[in-house]
């Protein structure tokens, strides 16, 4: 069984920046792709970022492109999201998400991890 935990979130400014990162456990990690999603309040799921198994490939949702980089580390099973130049409306729950196929996809993954809360005061 694959699990997921998310850690880093927290309050933070406007301006400011933020680290997510998500520990992962249980298959081989090397063969997922790995994704970040979040979810506002009264909004639906938002597609953040995703990163290929291997090869760095990256792609990033429209509102965060240029603020956020994710990036993964295959030795120690973990996948971050460094999110800078934090907006209000970067405000929601982020959680990261696994690939097991190791498709790199804005849409289809298997395992969730429970998320964490990233609050941007104004």
């Known amino acids: 069984q694959v699990q997921l935990v998310e850690s880093g979130g927290g309050l933070v400014q406007a301006g400011g920046s933020l680290r997510l990162s998500c520990a992962v456990s249980g298959g081989t990690f090397s063969t997922y792709s790995m994704g970040w999603f979040r979810q506002a309040p009264g909004k639906e799921r938002e597609f953040v970022a995703a990163?290929?198994?291997?090869?760095?490939?990256?792609r990033y949702g429209d509102s965060v492109k240029g603020r956020f980089t994710i990036s993964r580390d295959n030795a120690k099973n973990t996948v971050n999201l460094q999110m800078n130049s934090l907006k209000p409306e970067d405000t929601a729950v982020y959680y990261c998400?696994?690939?097991?196929?190791?498709?790199?996809?804005?849409?289809?993954?298997?395992?969730w991890g429970q998320g964490t809360q990233v609050t941007v005061s104004s």
């Open positions: 990163i290929s198994r291997s090869d760095g490939i990256t």
């Open positions: 998400a696994v690939n097991k196929v190791g498709v790199i996809t804005t849409t289809r993954y298997d395992y």
